[in-house]
């Protein structure tokens, strides 16, 4: 599976349109300095540019989908509509904004939309923090979200998830640094390490720490971030070491940018759209699912985003954790 993602970039056939990875609003060009004696991203400091990488594919490749009577079949009782939370401010494959400032662009919204257009129901797309999606689905502020959430066994004592994809944890650094293939988070130690704010990633490399103290080390620092230009913006300037993110958001930004490299892929992890515990909407978004990996659909989304490796076999509903 991760020989097929050794490059990230899209691959341009000639019926694709592309137009440049912005970030539109004055917010999200903006991002707060960290230093090595900072506060994360979202806390105090100097405004700096965020670095804008590579180009958004706008193939449109939902459209032709067709219901499912099936699929449609097996959601709830009057269900004609849905709300989706999204977080922005990621680049390709991640969701941003097209250069309209208020289109959404990015392979979990072609995965929602598709599912919807199998199952003969409209959504609503809400952008949301990252961080405040998964809390807000049980207030039922959301019917689901689709922000590649990894599929954890802590998340599944809350969440209910349906798979669409593989993705997970990995490593970029400068191409100037000695930093090799990451296979022991010891080896961070000392290191200042940039990720997402309430991603599995913060939560893997706060959970473990203690692997550097263990061992008689300085512990490495994490640095969190609501937008990936910030991450990114952080490395090239020499705030961080090394940026731990989605393994296909970082063969992706790194086939973008120059003076970085891609070091090796970590922990993968199943993706999947997240539900309120319990939800009744899990059969019927797995058929669907399960619809589009049979009639081509599903394959045709991965080619667009340059994230073929991520495929699944079939959809499954709240899997344990994957451990390796």
Known sequence: MSD??????????????????TLITSAALLLTACGSGSDAANGGGTAQAAVKIGAIPTEDVVSPIAKDPAAAALLPSGTNSLTVAISV???????SYLEDGKTLAGQDVDFADAVAKVLGIKLKREAAGFEAILPALDSGKYDFGASNFGVTDERRKTIDFVTYIND??????????????ITDLAQLCGLNVATGAGTTFEATLEENAHVCSDAGKKTYKVQTYSEQGAIWSSLQQGRSDIVMSTINGLRYAVAQQQGVKFLNEFHRLDVGFAFKKGTKLAPAFQAAVNRLIADGTYDGILRKWGTTGSAIAKSQISPPEIKD
Do not use: C, E, H, V
Request: cysteine-free; overall charge positive; charged content about 25%.
């Open 4 to 21: 097929s993602l050794r490059t990230a970039m899209p691959t341009r056939a000639r019926n694709r349109q592309f137009i440049p990875f």
């Open 89 to 95: 401010g990621g680049s390709p494959p991640g969701t």
């Open 168 to 181: 997970g944890q990995g490593f970029a650094t400068r191409r100037d640094s000695k930093l090799t293939k």
